[in-house]
């Protein structure tokens, strides 16, 4: 993925590499460099988190689930 930034004049994003916005004609200055890469950042970073948090909760009901069915096979097991 390449490098991208917020023109302020018209608001899409463009190239880093532009000096001036191709659809606006707006020069880039960068006073606020790496803004758009830091929001980037706090979206995985939450959706890690949300996926770890996801993971651990699938775990627990997957540990309920073989206990029930061991309890289930050794009912079964015992009615032989």
């Known amino acids: 993925m390449t490098s991208v930034h917020v023109c302020h004049g018209c608001g899409r994003t463009i190239d880093s590499n532009f000096m001036y916005c191709p659809w606006c004609g707006k ?3 960068p ?3 790496g803004s758009i890469d830091s929001v980037f950042q706090q ?3 939450l959706q890690a988190n949300d996926r770890n ?3 651990i909760h699938m775990q627990m ?5 073989e206990k029930e069915l ?3 096979v050794l009912s079964a097991e015992m009615h032989k």
């Open 53 to 55: 948090e996801r993971l």
């Open 70 to 72: 061991d309890t289930l």
């Open 43 to 45: 979206l995985e970073t």
């Open 31 to 33: 006073e606020n460099a």
């Open 61 to 65: 009901q997957l540990d309920q689930l």
């Open 27 to 29: 020069s880039y200055v």
